[in-house]
């Protein structure tokens, strides 16, 4: 039986998936990290999900830890891993978290605008996989606003530059399906206005505007909502699954995180391979 613990897509769909046989669970960082596998989504799948959820563990600079299985509502992790969670994802510029204060303090980082069917958000990334980032977040085009020399100071940058426009710092994948109505001009332009508000910061030195919308799917028609993998797989946009199967689907990939995922007889279906 397979645990989903995540999803990304920059290249192909991919579902980050573990076994959740003979898994011990693990309160500390004495029992091994868990074995992850990604798995390429592709051509027809059909796979059966569980209703429920289950916590995917915590992360540590020393890997992902499993979790004794707690059944969750919400999220994708129970309150006690999340507790013990070791990374900067929710970082606003003041650092909580001892273990990474070093590599954060070293590492550049640049801050961008990205663009979402005419929402602009801030956000942060690493230097060195901005791109994929991007990619990952289903944006429509995106532009680097300035580069800093740590992840603390881009955060800080993020923060101010959220609270001076009010840019968002999220959006749920609810609403970036929602958004798909929308066309890439209508973001490019959304994006076009928030640079030229920031000519008020001349410390900023915004980069060229990328355009990320030929790494999508051209879709036809509003995809209409599914809750099952199943289905010919088109491509996928973000968090967003899109597959066809009796008309254009699309799956909140992010919604299945935690699920247990098999085929017929338990077994992984046809369109699942490892890279």
């Given at each position: ?25 693990s ?8 074995h992850?596998?990604?798995l ?23 890997g ?60 942060v ?12 977040q289903?944006?429509d ?11 603390m ?45 920031l000519?008020?910061?001349?410390s ?21 909502l ?5 289905g ?30 098999m ?13």
């Amino acid at each position: 039986m397979l645990h989903i613990i995540g999803f990304y897509s920059h290249d192909k769909p991919r579902m980050v998936i573990r076994d959740a046989h003979n898994l011990a669970p693990s309160s500390t960082f004495s029992l091994p990290p868990i074995h992850a596998s990604s798995l390429v989504l592709e051509g027809d799948i059909d796979f059966d999900l569980s209703t429920s959820r289950y916590c995917i563990g915590f992360s540590s600079p020393f890997g992902v830890f499993p979790c004794p299985e707690q059944k969750i509502s919400r999220g994708t992790q129970c309150a006690s891993c999340r507790s013990k969670e070791l990374t900067c994802a929710r970082c606003t510029g003041e650092c909580v978290v001892e273990q990474n204060f070093s590599e954060c303090m070293r590492t550049p980082h640049i801050v961008y605008l990205a663009s979402f069917g005419g929402i602009v958000k801030v956000g942060v990334s690493g230097k060195e996989r901005y791109p994929k980032r991007w990619l990952e977040q289903g944006a429509d085009c995106a532009v680097v606003v300035a580069e800093s020399k740590s992840g603390m100071e881009a955060r800080q940058t993020e923060s101010l530059l959220a609270w001076h426009f009010g840019f968002k710092t999220a959006l749920t994948t609810s609403m970036k399906i929602s958004l798909l109505r929308e066309t890439p001009q209508k973001s490019k332009l959304a994006l076009e206005a928030a640079v030229a508000r920031l000519a008020k910061f001349p410390s900023l030195e915004p980069s060229e505007i990328v355009d990320l919308s030929p790494n999508y799917p051209k879709l036809n028609c509003m995809p209409s909502l599914t809750n099952q993998l199943a289905g010919r797989v088109i491509g996928a946009k973000g968090n967003i699954l899109f597959l066809e199967k009796d008309g254009l689907l699309a799956l909140n990939m992010k919604g299945c995180i935690g699920k247990y995922v098999m085929g017929k007889n338990g077994h992984p279906a046809n369109g699942v391979s490892t890279p």
